[in-house]
Structure formats: C-alpha cells, structure tokens
C-alpha cells in the first residue's frame, strides 16, 4: 500500500513523462466551490494581510517594485535570540503571572495544527511575527489573495488523517485540483510532455530520458520510502537509502550519468522544493518527494496560507469568549523546567517581559530556535542537543508580481531552466542565483483570468550562508531588485505580457524556513532523537524533525504528539 505521497502533486517525474495513469477521480481542475472572497475580512494577527491601496513604490530600472522585504524579522536566531541574560538574570527569571495546560511556542503550520487538534484544553499560542502562519503567510491584492511561500499540499489519500484535516478546515471545497504536467522553459519556450520524452534533449540523449522515466516509475509503484519512517525492521532499507545522496542514487540506478538537460531539470526541482541540490540531499528525502510527486496536487485560493487561516479562524472563534490565547508579536526568549511545570517567558512588541508556567510546552519552532531558547538543555538531553545541531536550514527569497492584467495561460508552475546551463553545485549556485520556478498566483480562482493577476517567483538560496544575504537591510532590497528586473522581463515575454501591466513588485524573504535534507540524518538516528520528549513536558513538533520541507510532515507529527500532549491533563 503507497503512503502519504501515493497520490500526490504534479511534480517532474514519470506523469511528465506520461507513464503513470492519472485516478479518475483527480481529473477534475475546476475553480473552489466553497470560497467567496468577497466576505473576508482579516483581524490582526491573521496569516492573510491586504495590500495597501497605495503602497510605497520604487522604479528600479523601470519596474516599481514595493519598497523593502516583507517575511522574516531574522534570517539568523543569533540575531533575534540573545542568551536570556540579556533579558533577565539566567538564575532568576521572571515570576510567572499565569498558569495554563498548554503553551504552544511558533505559530506557523505546526504551531497551528497543535493547537488546533490540542484546542479543548485551550492553549496559548505564542507567536514572533505580527502574523500568524509562519512561511505559509499570503496577501490579498483586491480579491486575488496570493502565497508569500508556502504554496500547495498534496492530494490525500481517501479516509486519511490529512483528509480529515482538510475536512475540518473545509479545505475539501476551497482547492483547484493541478493535475497536470509540469511545464518546463528552455530557451524562451515552454515545453510539456516534449521535454520528458527527451525530444527537446540531443539524441545522443534519448536513452537516459528513457532509463530515467523507467526509474522513477518503479519508486513510485514498488519502492517509495515513506517518510516518517518505520522505526521497526521494516524502515531499515529507508535509512540505508538515506545514507546515500540524491544524485548518487539516481544515477545508480540509471546505470549511467544524467546528461546535462535532465541533470538541470533534476537540481531545479531539489532546488525549489529542497533548497539544496540533489547532491546534497539524501536520496530517501529526494524519493520521498519526486517519485510520488505524480497525480496531483490541492492548490488553495492564497496557497498555504488559507490552511493557516482556517485554523487561526477555529482558534480565534474558541477563543473569543475568554482571554486573548493567539498572541502574536511574542518573542520567546526562555523555556526552562520548573516544578510547576514548564515556564514560558516572552518579550512583546514593547519590549516588557512576561511569564507563564504550562502542564506541557510544544516547541513548534526550528531547532536553531529551541537551542538558544531552552534554558539548560545540553544539560536535559545531551544527544537531542547535539542532534539540533545537524540540521541546516535553507533561504529563499519570493517575489510577487501584481498585474493590472489577466494571463491568458492556463497553468500552475513553470520552471526555468532558462537556456539549460543551469548550475551543477552551489558554488555555481551562488555565482548565478536565480528564480526557479513561476507560478500562477490566481490559479485556484479557476481558469477564467481576471482583470488582476499575480505572477510567484521562487528564488532559492542553495548555498552556505545563503541566508545571511538577506541581513543588509535597504542594500538587500535593492540588491535582489536589481537582479530581479531582468528575470522579470524574460518571464513577462514568455506569457505575452506586457511590462506596463505591473502594478508593483514585491519581494519576501524566508532566513530559515527550509530544513536541508542532508544525507544520514534520518539513518544516524538523529531524527528520532530531536523529536524525543524532554520528561513528557517539552515536546517538538516541526517539519525539520524529519529534516524535510513538507507541510504534511507538520500535520503529522502534530496528529502523532497530540493524544500523548493531551495525556493526563483535566
């Protein structure tokens, strides 16, 4: 029986290839049924802003972009999270004014889902940013809501958990099915089922094409490693394949070396979904995406963000009888065991101090958050503390592009290999960062275009220290303009639009929202250790316990600590 990818989102393996039949029952792509954008209205704090009116507007070589980056406040935790004695003394926080049963540290879609699934016992959800949601943040433009990151889920599996999460959200009426091919530009032209077949590659070419597609097709019927893994015997061969890289793996079974045309095809992908090339991810992790990445995928109106909005909107509807238990604007800067139980201590937007002691604390931030946050905790767990330091994180920049015109191309995502030379490590990387991928911002409102679009720009960082070009402030902005403008050219001209359709350009970035998949992390046990417990009153539920990009890995976990969170409280 497949797992939680068995029927899955439209990615670059053997549907473009055409070798997988596609189940009846994902060929429908018509528009939402259960979404009315004209009825939101969006409090403080949600995960969906609107667009002002009359945004600040810049001309950078003739394009306007929206000044300044939206996103992140911190590509790097040193910088946000101090030690806690510039706060307070190490020795003596400060006293705790509430008590509650549950206190939820992050509010993206892991902080989110936990809360949600834990929301009888109500608890308090305390969050960085001035939104909730984390990468899965979206804008509104008029009525054309957009990602700011996170942008689609995988079709579930019917009668499984993530069903009947989506049920809950009412997600199950709000998405446009993508179930179709992957479109790839090379030199100015987009190709569909002509580039997998290998048509558009040198002849000499054709048999890897060949071999390639034969590969893919047989991970994803008679050998895909689920993720999370089996910790029994039946998981071993999972961790021995993530023992080895990506690239290695494939060209392995290949039997020969991937030409260079599907080599960039491949490392556009990772780079997109990874963050990282497919020479520096384990082939478990790789597999794990592409080879299920077949038969579709649910794209919401706003991405990924109307799943964060859903579950701020249940929340705050609990909540709105009693006390404020969505606090975003919170930084939390110590966690520490104390009798009572856990004490939690933030710093609001005002910079004053506050504490509270929780039954049960959720750590649904990334572990380079929960190092420097969890007062003692080389001290509480010395191999979980030494196993957060294994996981690296990825940057990437997003970029809008708000049209005062419709896209008479009916599509999902394009990616651009632009004129194949594409780079082959992150050396080469770094000396030619570019967007990988264009996505249709207003796909899930159906195929009639509207007098306003959005154009979704990925643009991956997948070198070391990538992040840390996101740190120059006004330089950074005008930096990634710059080097935009150009990329945005190109891609209006393959779409037949025109530059005098922009209304604006505006750009997000994400310091740390994609955990690397490095190759042994789930082999050398480390994935286990970082989602271990610290004595069942600390727990970790965040998509880089697997070290994997999923939303789904979110979902997931949070469903599998929920029933041991929830154990033994009134």
């Known amino acids: 029986m497949l797992s939680r990818r068995a029927v899955l989102h439209g990615g670059l393996g053997a549907l473009a290839s055409g070798f997988l039949p596609l189940p009846r029952r994902l060929t429908a792509a018509g528009p939402p049924t259960g979404f009315d954008p004209g009825r939101v209205a969006f409090p403080p704090g949600a995960p969906f802003v609107r667009v002002s009116a009359q945004p600040a507007v810049r001309l950078v070589d003739g394009v306007p972009f929206a000044v300044g980056l939206t996103g992140e406040p911190y590509p790097d935790p040193h910088l946000r999270f101090p030690e806690a004695g510039v706060w307070f003394p190490p020795d003596r926080p400060p006293t705790p004014t509430e008590e509650v049963s549950i206190a939820v540290v992050g509010g993206g879609i892991s902080g989110l889902s936990t809360a949600h699934m834990l929301r009888a016992h109500k608890p308090v959800l305390l969050e960085l940013n001035r939104s909730f949601g984390g990468s899965a943040r979206g804008e509104w433009w008029g009525n054309v809501p957009y990602a700011l990151g996170s942008a689609y889920v995988i079709t579930p599996d019917s009668g499984s958990v993530l069903e009947e999460i989506y049920q809950s959200l009412g997600l ?297 070009t996101l740190l120059l402030g006004e330089q950074t902005w005008e930096n990634y303009a710059q080097r935009l403008v150009p990329q945005v050219r190109r891609m209006l001209r393959l779409l037949d639009v025109g530059l005098s359709d922009i209304d604006h350009v505006r750009m997000t970035y994400f310091g740390h929202a994609m955990p690397v998949a490095t190759p042994g992390f789930i082999a050398n046990g480390a994935a286990e250790l970082v989602r271990r417990p610290i004595e069942d009153k600390i727990f970790f539920v965040q998509q880089d316990n697997w070290a994997l990009p999923a939303i789904e890995n979110c979902l997931l976990d949070a469903h599998h600590f929920a029933p041991q969170i929830a154990a033994g409280l009134p």
């Open 172 to 468: 199950h009426e709000m998405y446009r099915l993508d179930a179709g091919v992957s479109e790839i530009e090379l030199a100015g032209e987009v190709l569909q089922e002509r580039f997998w077949s290998g048509a558009a590659a040198p002849p000499g070419d054709q048999k890897a094409f060949d071999r390639y597609a034969e590969v893919v097709r047989f991970m994803a019927e008679r050998s895909y490693p689920e993720i999370p893994v089996d910790p029994g015997p039946g998981g071993d061969w999972v961790r021995e394949l993530d023992a080895v890289t990506f690239k290695n793996d494939v060209e392995t079974r290949m039997g020969m070396p991937a030409p260079p045309l599907l080599a960039a095809a491949v490392q556009a992908y990772c780079y997109s979904s990874f963050g990282a090339g497919w020479e520096e991810i384990s082939a478990a992790s790789g597999w794990n995406f592409l080879a299920a990445e077949e038969f579709g995928r649910w794209v919401f109106p706003g991405g990924n963000a109307q799943m964060a909005y859903q579950f701020y909107r249940q929340l705050a509807e609990a909540d709105a009888a009693g006390p404020d238990r969505l606090r975003a604007g919170a930084l939390v800067v110590d966690v520490r065991l104390v009798p009572r139980g856990v004490q939690v201590t933030w710093v609001d937007s005002a910079d004053e101090l506050h504490a509270l002691v929780a039954q049960r604390v959720v750590m649904a931030c990334p572990k380079n958050v929960c190092r420097r946050v969890l007062h003692d905790a080389e001290r509480l767990d010395p191999e979980k503390f030494e196993a957060m330091h294994q996981i690296h994180h990825a940057g990437y920049v997003v970029a809008n592009i708000l049209l005062n015109a419709p896209i008479e191309r009916d599509f999902y995502d394009i990616f651009l290999l632009r004129d194949g030379d594409f780079p082959t490590d992150a050396v080469e990387a770094e000396e030619s960062a570019k967007v990988v991928d264009m996505l249709n911002g207003r796909f899930a409102l159906g195929a009639t275009p509207g007098a306003r679009s959005v154009l979704t720009l990925y643009w991956p960082l997948p070198w070391a220290f990538g992040q840390h």
